[in-house]
């Protein structure tokens, strides 16, 4: 009885202990959890505030809620982050919405959304949205082989993609710690 207890307390921690998004057995985890220690909630609060103005062009348009001290819900563009290898490498930009929670000495980030932007399906110059979070996000058929395994054509770039949410999480880490400062 003893190993089972100690064997959830070992899981629950580990899946509430994502310090960087990666692609696991179910795909990318939808959140990390970042040490800021000495920091209370209140302060990360507000650095996030900052460094959101500091990032993103529009910030009033980016963010999209906020609960002061509490969480803050924002949207934001990256160009050419989604990338296949299909006839050459071929990218499209993407759309996300993040959500950052707050406490004491950390910060959640949570991923509620990715949409690409398509510039090459279906018909020349046809662009719309599409939602890829189930795409990342879960074990999918078009993004894992029979093995469980990251397609081949996927395999390339998936770490780009996976990169770009790390890079901007480290970058909020470091500008809320004080070892980064943001021009706007």
Known sequence: MKKIFLLIIFSFGLSFGQ??????????????VTEVPG????????????????????????IITTVENDYIRFQGIGKNIYCVNAMGKNCDDIKYTIELNFKDDKFKTEIIQVERHATTSIAPFTKYWSDMTKFY????????NNKGEIRSRFAT?????????????????????GTSEKSN
């Open 157 to 177: 770039y998936s770490s780009e993609f996976i990169g770009y949410f790390n890079s901007l999480n480290s970058d909020l880490k470091n500008y809320v710690l």
């Open 137 to 144: 996000f879960t074990k999918n058929s078009d993004l894992y």
């Open 19 to 32: 310090t960087e998004f990666k692609f696991g057995e179910n795909g990318v985890n939808k959140f990390t």
């Open 39 to 62: 920091k209370t909630a209140t302060e990360i609060y507000q650095k996030s505030i900052e460094w959101i103005k500091k990032t993103y062009v529009g910030p009033d348009q980016v």
